[in-house]
């Protein structure tokens, strides 16, 4: 089974910033994507960043361009999302998903979820 383990939310305040962090247990570990997305309540859960395995690449949503960075530590299998300049619209769950090599930007690439972890952000 695949563990897929988040952790780095919490409350902050307009401007300040987080890191969030997401451990995935697989066998093997290597050669998969790994993302971060994100859900407010009665919204889609929607394509905040990911990182490729191979090169890697890394791909943002729009709106966090310029705010956020994604890396990786391939020996721990983990993913770190780095936000700053946050916003009260960035208030959600932040999910971290694993896959195959794929589709980055779609929850349809992801087979592997963590329960995610709250964002909260206010004015």
């Known amino acids: 089974q695949v563990q897929v383990v988040e952790s780095g939310g919490g409350l902050v305040q307009a401007g300040g910033s987080l890191r969030l962090s997401c451990a995935a247990s697989?066998?093997?570990?290597?050669?998969?994507?790994m993302g971060w997305f994100r859900q407010a309540p009665g919204k889609e859960r929607e394509f905040v960043a990911a990182i490729s395995w191979n090169t890697p690449n890394t791909y943002y949503a729009d709106s966090m361009k310029g705010r956020a960075t994604i890396s990786r530590d391939t020996s721990k299998n983990t993913v770190y999302l780095q936000m700053n300049s946050l916003l009260p619209e960035d208030t959600a769950v932040y999910y971290c998903?694993?896959?195959?090599?794929?589709?980055?930007?779609?929850?349809?690439?992801?087979?592997?979820w963590g329960q995610g972890t709250q964002v909260t952000v206010s004015s």
């Open positions: 998903a694993l896959g195959p090599p794929g589709m980055l930007t779609s929850t349809r690439g992801y087979q592997y």
């Open positions: 697989t066998l093997p570990f290597t050669k998969n994507n």
